[in-house]
C-alpha cells in the first residue's frame, strides 16, 4: 500500500487545500492529513477544531484519514510509515521554502521523499490567512472554502467579537 501524509495548519481548510487533497488521494491508496499542533503560532482555531472540520469536508474521500501531529513533518511520515510527503505549491515564493524543507527532509530521512502538487490555477491566490481576514471584516468567504467551514469561521467570529 503507498501512503502519503499532507501535512499543515489548516487553518481554516480552504478550497486550495481540499483540491490537493482529492487529487492526492486519486494518486495514493492513503493519505493522512496532518494537523499541526504548532505552539509558537496562535490559530484561530484549535487543532481538534481544524481535524473536525477535515473530516467533515473530506468524509466523502475513503481513503483520507485526518489525524493531529506535534513536530517534524517527517518525524509524523515515518510515524504513520508513509514514504511520501504532499506539499501544494501555490507560486513560485512558496516553491523557495518548500524546496528548502524538502531537501531537509531528506537528510533527516532518506527514506522519506516530497511530492509537490502544484495548486489548481482558481486557487492559486487563496490562503488560509487571506480568508480569516477577509471574514474578520466580513467578507462573504464562501467562494474560499466549503459552507461547513464558512459557518465554523462566522461562528468562531462571532464567539471572539462577544468576548471583546
Do not use: W
Not at 10 to 28: E, M, N, Q, V, W
Amino acid at each position: 500500500m503507498t501512503r502519503a501524509i499532507y501535512p499543515g495548519s489548516f487553518d481554516p481548510a480552504t478550497y486550495g487545500h481540499l483540491d490537493i487533497i482529492k487529487r492526492a488521494a486519486a494518486l495514493f491508496d492513503e493519505v493522512i492529513v496532518g494537523v499541526l499542533n504548532n505552539s509558537v503560532k496562535s490559530p484561530l482555531f484549535s487543532v481538534e477544531e481544524r481535524v473536525n472540520i477535515l473530516e467533515n469536508i473530506t468524509g466523502d474521500i475513503p481513503n483520507v484519514k485526518i489525524q493531529a501531529f506535534g513536530g517534524l513533518s517527517v518525524n509524523f511520515a515515518k510515524n504513520c510509515e508513509a514514504k511520501v510527503i504532499i506539499r501544494g505549491l501555490r507560486a513560485i515564493t512558496d516553491f523557495e521554502y518548500e524546496l528548502q524543507m524538502a531537501q531537509t527532509n531528506r537528510i533527516l530521512s532518506t527514506d522519506v521523499d516530497t511530492m509537490f502538487l502544484t495548486t489548481s490555477l482558481q486557487y492559486a491566490y487563496l490562503s488560509s490567512t487571506t480568508v480569516k481576514e477577509a471574514a474578520s471584516f466580513g467578507a462573504d468567504i464562501s467562494k474560499f472554502v466549503p459552507d461547513y467551514v464558512v459557518r465554523q469561521v462566522e461562528a468562531k467570529l462571532s464567539g471572539m467579537n462577544h468576548r471583546k
